[in-house]
């Protein structure tokens, strides 16, 4: 099992929609969450962290279920400039000094 | 100009040559990391540092080395390249003393490497 998995997409969606992502994780001692984001060919830039709490950046909220393992990120009235792939990011845990990061699930908004 | 910049940018080469690939970074942070990324498979780390005297291998570290040359400087090199080392590579930073994010990553723009 990977270490953190999410759907590969693409999630094809009109301009306007609500879109959700989904991603799961494997080490019950992760700490810190992030989504990214990735245009094609450009590098890996922080979209948002995720805290327990949840959190909400403009149209894009982010929520944590420690119970179950997964994040979430929720992108409300698409843009076409939100097309893209977008990477969960987890951290080791306890003892574990890098990230991990999904393989990324691929956006498009269509006009 | 770029916080973390890269070079090459593109690089084609054949296999069995030694390649270096070079990280500059002006953001002061401490840590930096290489990384590598094949469709599908997502970004996989290869060596990280968490300051000059510090390294360590990430997952698929085999076939590759690293130098920290100084607090700004981390370069990666393939040995004797082989084709399945064709990927894009990633070089990123991050600031332990952040006080709101300490694992968040900065990248460079990355370098296209291709072994024929």
């Known amino acids: 099992r990977k270490e953190v998995e999410q759907d590969p997409g693409p999630f094809n969606v009109p301009e306007g929609a609500t879109v959700a992502f989904n991603c799961t994780y494997s080490n019950s001692a992760s700490q810190s969450f992030f989504w990214y984001r990735q245009d094609c060919r450009k590098e890996p830039k922080l979209l948002m962290s995720?805290?327990?709490s949840g959190n909400e950046d403009g149209r894009f909220t982010a929520q944590l279920n420690r119970a179950s393992q997964y994040i979430s990120l929720l992108i409300r009235d698409s843009k076409l400039s939100d097309s893209a792939t977008y990477l969960c990011v987890v951290n080791g845990g306890t003892g574990r000094r890098a990230l991990t990061f999904g393989s990324g699930t691929r956006l498009q908004v269509q006009p | 100009d770029a916080d973390v910049t890269q070079t090459p940018r593109n690089r084609i080469t054949k296999t069995g040559k030694r390649i270096m690939l070079e990280c500059s970074q002006t953001?002061?942070?401490?840590?930096m990391y290489w990384y590598r990324q094949d469709p599908g498979l997502g970004l996989r780390l290869i060596y990280y540092s968490f300051d000059v005297k510090d390294i360590n291998k990430g997952e698929i570290s085999d076939g590759y080395s690293v130098s920290r040359q100084a607090q700004a400087k981390f370069s990666l090199s393939l040995e004797s390249a082989i084709p399945n080392q064709t990927a894009l590579y990633f070089c990123?930073?991050?600031?332990?003393?952040?006080?709101?994010?300490?694992?968040?990553?900065?990248f460079g723009p990355g370098t296209r490497l291709t072994v024929l």
């Open positions: 953001k002061g942070h401490d840590r």
């Open positions: 995720v805290y327990s």
């Open positions: 990123a930073t991050s600031d332990p003393t952040s006080l709101r994010n300490t694992d968040t990553q900065y």
